[in-house]
């Protein structure tokens, strides 16, 4: 595998729940920090969630609480589990690495639409 996939969106009423998944090439994995990233229609690409090869973790505040990031080292996998979602949290939905040194090359995303 040579580049980012994620996966899992959909539609999805507020108050819904989602779990995005993320292959990524183990060259770009194993020793960054990973995270997810978002950016809704005419909007600024945001950095929302981050988790370290260790597992420790950060939230932006807009969905602290809400969104779960957790990562499958053996897997080189890393997740996302958002619930409660809100109408805001409409947006494509990127994994990458954090940006501290430099980003991977940017898979197509995957499309979360909350809406009722």
């Known amino acids: 595998q040579t580049q980012l996939v994620e996966s899992g969106g959909g539609l999805v009423q507020p108050g819904g729940s989602l779990r995005l998944s993320c292959a990524a090439p183990?060259?770009?994995?194993?020793?960054?920090?990973m995270g997810w990233h978002r950016q809704a229609p005419g909007k600024q690409r945001e950095l929302v969630a981050t988790i370290t090869s260790g597992g420790s973790t950060n939230y932006a505040d807009s969905v602290k609480g809400r969104f779960t990031i957790s990562r499958d080292n053996a897997k080189n996998k890393v997740y996302l589990q958002m619930n409660n979602l809100k109408p805001e949290d409409t947006a494509v939905y990127y994994c990458?690495?954090?940006?501290?040194?430099?980003?991977?090359?940017w898979g197509r995303g995957t499309q979360v639409t909350v809406s009722s």
């Open positions: 183990g060259s770009i994995f194993r020793p960054s920090v």
């Open positions: 990458n690495t954090d940006g501290t040194y430099g980003y991977a090359s």
